[in-house]
């Protein structure tokens, strides 16, 4: 069974740009979320798409956006970078059924640099 | 809001010893997750253990264990018979109840280095 899967793996992108990055998970799973690591924020939820609609946000500001489609495969953009938005970018997926639910499955990351 | 405090940013233990990872957290909820994950240099986060607050049982798999307090919110990991491979960032996490949201909440991570 194939884990989850984000690309692209690396990006370089210049201020004011925007940026979409993709993320696949594992075949099933309904709930995607999305987290900023950095090194002196830590990991920051970012978002949760559950069923194509989004059920929780952080507290980040509107030029970070998301979705997800009917496969469950989800993007996250973020507009007009800023240098601050150079982090790691972790997707993660559960199975999530009405009384139970699994751990988060993370991805390998998008490291997005920001110059 | 949940918070989950990690207040040792490195640890280092020998080869073949047990060390304990610290955590405490903070909830009002009383049904929910905790989990610790391991991020090694390659950044993939791997889940070590999971334990569910309704479980008066402390988890464990192989080498790894928690003692889960409810009580006084604490939520330790000890690593036994520690292996060069197990040197990694460790995380500590919160979730709420499911169905609520899968929102995880991340302590600040603690450093363990293994000494050969």
């Known amino acids: 069974k194939a884990g989850v899967t984000q690309t692209p793996r690396y990006l370089i992108k210049t201020r004011g740009q925007q940026v979409t990055l993709s993320c696949s998970p594992i075949?099933?799973?309904?709930?995607v979320s999305w987290y900023q690591q950095t090194p002196g924020q830590g990991l920051q939820f970012l978002f949760e798409?559950?069923?194509?609609?989004?059920?929780n946000k952080g507290n980040f500001p509107g030029r970070f956006s998301g979705r997800q489609f009917s496969n469950s495969r989800s993007e996250m953009n973020v507009s007009t970078l800023e240098l601050g938005d150079s982090a790691l970018y972790l997707c993660?997926?559960?199975?999530?059924?009405?009384?139970?639910?699994?751990?988060?499955?993370f991805g390998q990351g998008t490291r997005l640099t920001v110059v | 809001a949940q918070t989950v405090t990690q207040s040792q940013p490195e640890m280092s233990v020998q080869e073949a010893e047990t060390v304990t990872l610290s955590c405490t957290y903070d909830?009002?909820?009383?049904?929910?997750?905790l989990f610790w994950y391991k991020q090694p240099p390659s950044r993939q986060m791997i889940l070590v253990i999971r334990?569910?607050?309704?479980?008066?049982q402390n988890a464990t798999e192989n080498r790894f264990s928690v003692n889960f307090q409810k009580a006084a919110k604490s939520f330790s990991l000890k690593i036994s018979d520690s292996q060069l491979g197990d040197a990694a960032m460790y995380f500590c996490?919160?979730?709420?109840?499911?169905?609520?949201?899968?929102?995880?909440?991340f302590g600040k991570g603690i450093t363990l280095s293994v000494r050969p």
């Open positions: 993660a997926s559960s199975l999530v059924g009405p009384t139970t639910e699994t751990e988060a499955f």
């Open positions: 075949s099933g799973h309904r709930s």
């Open positions: 798409y559950f069923s194509e609609t989004q059920r």
């Open positions: 909830t009002s909820e009383s049904d929910y997750y």
């Open positions: 334990q569910e607050a309704y479980k008066q």
């Open positions: 996490a919160y979730r709420g109840p499911t169905g609520a949201n899968s929102k995880l909440t």
